[in-house]
Nanobody
């Protein structure tokens, strides 16, 4: 399984970006899909998760600004980020929990990360 994240870039405070992450491989089922971020000198932290039943959890600092959505048929997850702030600057990673066609259990896979920089 491989995850490919895209959509990062440089934006001014108050701007918007849309991140996407697409999975490829022999995947039978998608469980939860998540976005994490890691700012310089800080640990990687959860931003948002969407479950297979579309239950959504957003980290408090992004509520009302970020929206996560998914498309199971395409194996993609999207993070719409609005009203961006300098403190949102980080490398953003997607993580999927999936069951591969040859397996009875679920495993986690990470994307390669995409840089988001918000200038003040």
């Amino acid at each position: 399984v491989q995850l490919q994240a895209s959509g990062g870039g440089l934006v001014q405070t108050g701007g918007s970006l849309r991140l996407s992450c697409a999975a490829s491989g022999s995947i039978a089922n998608f469980n939860y899909m998540s976005w994490y971020r890691q700012a310089p000198g800080k640990p990687r932290a959860l931003v948002a998760t969407i479950t297979d039943t579309s239950r959504i959890i957003h980290e408090d600092s992004v509520k009302g600004r970020f929206t996560v959505s998914r498309t199971n048929a395409k194996g993609t997850v999207t993070l719409q980020m609005n009203s961006l702030k300098p403190e949102d600057t980080a490398v953003y990673y997607c993580k999927f929990n999936v069951r591969e066609t040859w397996s009875d259990s679920y495993s986690d896979y990470w994307g390669q990360g995409t840089q988001v920089t918000v200038s003040s």
